[in-house]
């Protein structure tokens, strides 16, 4: 399938199939994050299993924009109706004919970190500056106030380069990992401390030159766009080694290759396939270890109790929460489940100018909390989620690898 | 530790899952999707109807098991009923159940019926249709599927079932759940209530339309998160009131969901939601593992016992195809399915046989063939899926869900510790 025919595949197929299991119970609705701080959407079970019988390629409910695509519907349905996925593939076909230059900029995650590495202090100093965030959100429609990454001065390729190669033999064979763009330019300790994770429990990691998921563009509608970008990258992580395990410390980029790219867009391809089964969540991968017997658990105690929030795009791949039970195996953590749905960003959704109040009342309850449990440190799996997070609760917001790392005495 | 896997989280998995972890099992508790507790009306039935109406369930229930051999309370008796409950009240505490599990409450539904059940939310005990109650029924303007009309007009004009008549009226009050909003529905008005500013407005609205003397009804909407909100509202109405359920989302139901959810995770049981159990593996006439179809392929759930806790038709537990087979759809288990049609053309006539359709256990709960031995030396199974009740009707399903899902854990729990001690004995 190439990159038209998944919208073509959205516009007639769309996740049809299950449309007709929904009994219309309103489970769904009470897991909505959005319907539940705004009138604005109806609801998924409105929007999706009961609008979809009116749509004859056009949408009838303009409310579905308002969808921020997090999931937790059809995470929570019990009939099996993909309404998330209805929802997206709508939305996409809603906004093919107008789609804004600015979710088209949005969405381009790689292009930022590449344009912005080079002059980070530069950069950053220019996102705090308020009269020209101003100027960004009336000509792109950008929230004023929507939190940015911050721009290192280091990608994960350069310090792969310059560092010194670790002198313990890998005993447990090689695995492929996975960064994501923002692993790669913005969150790069998460990558470096996932990396020296891995490479302390006697496993080679490969590293291969990687792009982006396409999960902003996918997210955005854009899937002609996506469909190219993950295919590329399911070229350049298969590059490192056939059969390996692959291994991801960004939550979000993981499920995007695991099933929306899929599931949502229709991509029908070997090598997806291939990748989307191999590749495993880093906190799932270290649980799958322990569950087999082959994780050492001497851990060093760390003293913490703090929150940790699982997002939703990692809820949505339906294996529960392993960072909670590898947290469970550090003597000393209490992490405090968070409990909420979603952070309100879902990826590009809480910069926009109009969601942005939407975001930032989903994300409430959860920055109450870390303020709350502990307002200096929480965790969370996801880069976008973590900038929302930081931003929303002040407290330092981290990937949990931060904590196996350092209970392995690694930092 | 032995390690188990529940499939299924309405009440009885919810429940089997604590009483395992507080144990001392490791378990993970496995489901596709929401349970089915919020989509009912937050209350514990036991037996409402036997057929006729029910005033003393756990003393009718052994008559009533003598008269359907067949039935899960057959073996589940009055004691394993009142264990269950029991816990239950337990695990939830007063502030969202309270009752007894020997006496029925007759409380109004949302259609103005009066229906039978036994543990409620105590926001509902104030509803209790005995002859001389004076009711005000109260709805609100933008919430649907509630009409004060309908259900004031339906008490007024039956005979108790205690004999006797109540008074009931209907009042209407137009009050916005948030700004804009038209037609609310019943969880908006929930969220809307835990603010206690917005409460202090909604009891003031309502007490102008209360007089001298009258209970007050109204739809289940007082409170989400705060469970004290309705005492809040009574207390600033200076009048009782009750909470009359409505169809799904039920705010009563997603209170108590919310609850056992949150006791499960304390107790250490790892929530995995969203994924269907696809496949099983078994050996020497034990279930080995199951396989979880999450996203990127299957993955295996080792287990020591498996509690199979999946409900019946209603949630795909089990599966009939257009030429009446039926299949259990997790392990393919042998059903007892009844002689004969399945389903007979009297819509209002007798119980269809279909809905009497399920697995059949011993009393350890494992699951057996049909009269025979047990499938497998560790499976286990709790709920609506066990065969021989038609739990709507006669209102029996959390009793029976309760009372087999404890049975099931304790009987799990017990088999892990004389394992154990036959282990330590042989070392």
Known sequence: ?411 | MTRVVVIGAGVAGLVAAIRLADGGARVALLNKGTGGLQLGQGTIDILGYSPDRVERPLEALQAFAQANPRHPYATLDAECVRAGTGYLQELLGPALLVGDPDVNLQLPTAAGAIRPTALVPPSMAAGGCVSGANFVIVGLRQLKDFYPELVAGNLARTDLPGGGRLSARAAMLDFPAREGEVDSNALTYARALDDPAYRRRFARAVKALVGEGETVGLPAVLGLDDHDAWTDIADQIGAPVFEIPLPPPSVPGLRLNRALTARAKTSGVRMVPGSKVTGFRASGGSVNSVQLAVAGGPRDFVADAFLLATGGFESGALHADSYHNVHESVFDLPLRIPQGHLVHGDYWGDPQPLFTLGVETEPSMLVRHPDGDAVYDNLYAAGGILAGATRWQEKSGEGIALASAVRAADSILATAASVATSQGAAS
């Open chain 1, 1 to 411: 399938m190439n990159a038209h025919e998944s919208l073509e595949f959205a516009q007639t197929q769309v996740a049809r199939a299950s449309l007709d299991h929904c009994v219309k119970c309103t489970i769904c609705e009470t897991h909505c994050p959005v319907s539940a701080v705004t009138p604005k959407f109806t609801g998924p079970k409105f929007v999706g299993p009961q609008a979809e019988r009116f749509r004859h390629g056009e949408s009838v409910d303009h409310s579905l924009d308002y969808c921020s695509s997090c999931g937790a519907c059809t995470l929570a349905c019990p009939q099996g109706v993909n309404i998330a996925e209805l929802n997206s593939q709508a939305r996409a076909v809603m906004k093919a004919d107008h789609m804004p230059l600015r979710d088209q900029l949005v969405s381009q995650t790689t292009l930022m970190g590449m344009a912005m590495t080079p002059v980070a202090p530069l950069a950053n100093a220019a996102l705090q500056v308020k009269p020209l965030r101003t100027v960004i959100e009336k000509v792109l429609g950008l929230h004023r106030d929507a939190p940015m990454p911050k721009a290192n001065t280091q990608t994960i390729t350069g310090w792969l380069k310059k560092r010194k190669k670790p002198v313990k033999a890998a005993t447990r064979g090689p695995v492929v990992f996975f960064h994501g763009c923002a692993g790669g330019y913005f969150e790069v300790e998460t990558s470096k401390k996932s990396i020296e994770v891995l490479e302390y429990l006697g496993y080679e990691v490969l590293v291969p030159k990687q792009g982006c998921c396409g999960l902003a563009q996918q997210s955005n509608g854009l899937f002609d766009g996506a469909t190219d970008k993950v295919l590329k990258l399911c070229d350049e992580l298969r590059s490192a080694g056939r059969d390996l395990t692959i291994i991801s410390s960004s939550g979000s980029c993981t499920g995007m290759l695991k099933h929306e790219a899929h599931e949502i867009m229709g991509v029908d391809d070997s090598r997806l396939k291939d990748v989307g089964t191999r590749i495993r969540d880093i906190m799932e991968f270290l649980l799958e270890l322990d569950e087999a017997g082959e994780l050492p658990t001497d851990f060093a105690e760390i003293p913490l109790t703090a929150v940790y929030h699982a997002p939703c795009q990692l809820k949505s791949q339906g294996m529960g929460q392993p960072a909670l039970e590898i947290l469970k195996l550090i003597p000393g953590v209490e992490a405090v489940e968070s409990e909420a749905t979603c952070c309100g960003i879902a990826g590009t959704y809480g910069l926009k100018k109009e969601k942005y109040d939407i975001a930032q009342a989903v994300g409430r309850p959860l920055f109450d909390k870390i303020k709350r449990v502990n307002p200096e440190f929480a965790m969370c799996d996801t880069e976008t989620c973590r900038w929302q997070i930081r931003k929303g609760s002040g407290a330092q917001v981290e990937h949990p690898i931060f904590l196996v790392h350092q209970a392995y005495g690694l930092s």
